[in-house]
């Protein structure tokens, strides 16, 4: 895949590699583990990406079948700051999508903060739409849930 003169592959990831990008994204607070990401997939449909260059790791995203049968949550995801602003993040959500698409999923949503005004702009300009503001803790620790029809 090659967007904005970057060329790389996105292909599916290893919980070792989702931790280690998880780990360079300033966004995310406190430390992550391995069983961070394994007791939140173990026996769920999921899809765990990574975006890749030569062997370095860009980026990732990971979502998973919600309790909803038809929908998919679109649960974790980041690109490293250094690779922002390429095109990788539209290019793994793009993937992802197609990928529930064709699995069957007729929705897909997925959950940000008011504190990130870069991830709901990016959600809209996907497409989706605001559900629900769930109050929590300061106004901009508020949860904001966004949804698209597939």
């Known amino acids: 895949m090659t967007t904005s003169n970057l060329t790389f592959i996105i292909r599916e990831a290893f919980p070792s590699e989702l931790l280690w990008v998880h780990e360079r994204i300033p966004e995310f607070p406190g430390k992550a583990s391995l069983d961070f990401y394994a007791e939140r997939l173990k026996h769920r449909l999921h899809l765990a990406l990574v975006a890749e260059k030569d062997g370095e790791l860009l980026g990732f995203k990971v979502g998973y079948q919600s309790d909803t049968a038809d929908t998919f949550y679109s649960w974790m995801g980041g ?12 290019a793994l959500a793009e993937y992802q999508e197609n990928w529930a698409k064709e699995n069957g999923f007729k929705a897909i949503f997925f959950k940000t903060r008011n504190r990130f005004p870069a991830m709901i702009t990016f959600g809209l300009s996907r497409g989706f739409k605001i559900m629900e503001v769930v109050p929590k803790g300061g106004a901009e620790d508020y949860r904001v849930v966004m949804s698209k029809r597939l």
């Open 79 to 90: 690109v490293r700051p250094e690779f922002r602003k390429l095109g990788i993040a539209d």
